[in-house]
Every structure is written in structure tokens, then in C-alpha cells.
């Protein structure tokens, strides 16, 4: 599919891939304001998904140099994939997946509480001993952002690891074209991903307070390269993208064993993604 070009007056090219896909004027008029920062390299790219965002407009590539814009990079964070291919095929499946079903909601803590009485249902009341060793991995990293950051401190983080959270967040039993069958989830950084997300977003349009009425938008509000913020919020993003491959390592573990708990045959899974 070849693109369209959009030149933008006062800023850079936007490369659309969205031959046949209408594009919203509010998105359009988003992507512009974008390609105005000075910060910019060299091209937009926007792909077919695009819509409206938050930010930024979802569907688009932004790249900067020498500043970062964190309501761009937006707040789930590490927000991603994993699949597993077991040994088993469609046969080898139970008739009913109830049971199958059961088994991994009953292993893998999901949703949340709407209310504030009571523990949220999508953490655990005491972690395992796998989610304490995952998260003394991640535990010395985590004092480094507090101390310096210690808003951060009382956020969902130990007992969501290993989580799945709400929202487009699932797994899923599938077969690939030869019937194997597939383990896959999705998640990312759960709630303390979204807290360090919106602590720089707001960090950005403090340190910009003097400057923010002249950005097209309040959200484009940037971290600039050098600046003791920005180099905190790279090595918080960082973290945070290895918190949300480990919450999906621990739950693909937590899947597997829940479906050898019921299925009866012995299987291999082995992570592809």
C-alpha cells in the first residue's frame, strides 16, 4: 500500500498509510499539531487504525529527537503479546472448555473491584512464591524511581504482578492452521504502569507552565533530552516495559499449569512470543 502525503505548514511531513480509510478531522487536525513541534524527526507515519487519541493519535509513529513527549508514549505502558505452543492439538481438547475456563480465571487474577470496600479482585490477596521472586527482581529498580519519585510508592505493583487487568486485556485458547493448539495473552504494566504514565505527563506540563500556552495542546507538553526529568522518565518507562514482560511471563506459567490441571493429556508448551 503506497501513502499519501500531508505537508504541514510550520512542521514536518505525515506519511499516511490509509488508502480507503476515512480519517476523522479531530485526528487529522491531531497529527498536525504533532508534526509542529520542533522536535520532530524528519516524518509522522500514520497507519489504517488511525483514530483519535489521548495525546496522541492512536495509530500514528512519532519520532522525536531530543525530547520525549510521555502523553505520546500515553500510560499502559510495555503494553503487549505472548503466546505459547503447546504440544496439543483441537483433539486433545475437552468437549466443554468450562472447566478449562474455570481453571485459568481461577489462576489468573482479572477485573477489578468497582468499589473500595474489600481487596481489588484483580490482585491477589497473597502473592505466590513466583510472583515474590518476579518481584524481587524488580524491586531494587523500583526504590531507585521511588526515591526519587515517592508519589509513586503507593501504586498497584506488587500484587498486580502477574495479572491480567481490564479493558482489551485477555487470554485466549486458539489453534493455528495445523490445529495446534495456543496459549495467548495480552497485558502490559498494570497499574503502576499507568501511574508512572500520568506522574510524567503532568511532570512535563509543570516544567513547561511558562511555555504550555503556546503548544497546539496541553498534552503535547514534552521532557527535554538532558533535563533530570527526562532521564528519570526513561529509566521509569524502562522499568515499567520489564514489569509488564514479567507480569506476562508469570501469567502464561500460571495458564499452562492451570490447563494441565484439567486437560488430560500431558503437554509441552513452549514461548514463541
Known amino acids: 500500500m503506497s501513502y499519501q502525503l500531508l505537508e504541514v505548514q510550520n512542521g514536518k511531513p505525515i506519511k499516511m498509510w490509509t488508502q480507503g480509510v476515512p480519517v476523522e478531522d479531530d485526528a487529522r487536525k491531531q497529527l498536525m499539531d504533532t508534526a509542529k513541534m520542533p522536535f520532530i524527526y524528519k516524518h ?13 493519535t492512536i495509530g500514528s509513529v512519532i519520532p522525536t ?10 500510560v499502559d505502558i510495555g503494553c503487549g503479546m505472548m503466546a505459547a505452543c503447546t504440544t496439543l492439538v483441537a483433539s486433545d481438547l475437552p468437549d466443554n472448555l468450562y472447566a478449562l475456563r474455570c481453571a485459568i480465571e481461577a489462576a489468573v487474577p482479572h477485573g477489578r473491584t468497582s468499589t473500595r470496600a474489600g481487596r481489588d479482585k484483580g490482585a491477589w490477596e497473597n502473592p505466590p512464591e513466583t510472583v515474590d521472586a518476579m518481584w524481587a527482581e524488580l524491586l531494587a529498580g523500583f526504590k531507585r524511581i521511588v526515591d526519587k519519585h515517592p508519589r509513586l510508592k503507593n501504586t498497584n505493583n506488587h500484587k498486580h504482578l502477574g495479572t491480567l487487568g481490564t479493558g482489551n486485556h485477555f487470554i485466549e485458547v486458539c489453534l493455528d492452521e495445523a490445529d495446534r493448539v495456543w496459549f495467548m495473552l495480552h497485558s502490559g504494566s498494570r497499574g ?3 501511574a508512572i504514565g500520568t506522574h510524567f505527563i503532568e511532570l512535563a506540563q509543570q516544567d513547561m507552565q511558562q511555555h504550555i500556552a503556546n503548544l497546539p495542546h496541553r498534552d503535547l507538553a514534552y521532557l527535554k533530552e538532558g533535563s533530570q526529568h527526562f532521564d528519570d522518565y526513561v529509566e521509569a518507562v524502562g522499568w515499567a516495559q520489564d514489569f509488564a514482560r514479567r507480569n506476562r511471563v508469570v501469567m502464561m506459567q500460571n495458564v499452562i499449569a492451570a490447563a494441565r490441571s484439567v486437560i488430560a493429556k500431558p503437554f509441552e508448551a513452549s514461548v514463541e512470543a
Do not use: E, Y
Not at 500514520?46 to 495525546?55: A, R, S
Not at 529527537?65 to 500515553?74: D, E
Open 44 to 56: 509522522l507515519a500514520v497507519m489504517p487504525d488511525v483514530h483519535l487519541g489521548k495525546g496522541s
Open 65 to 74: 529527537q531530543g525530547a520525549i513527549i510521555p502523553a505520546a508514549v500515553g
Open 192 to 194: 503502576v504502569g499507568n
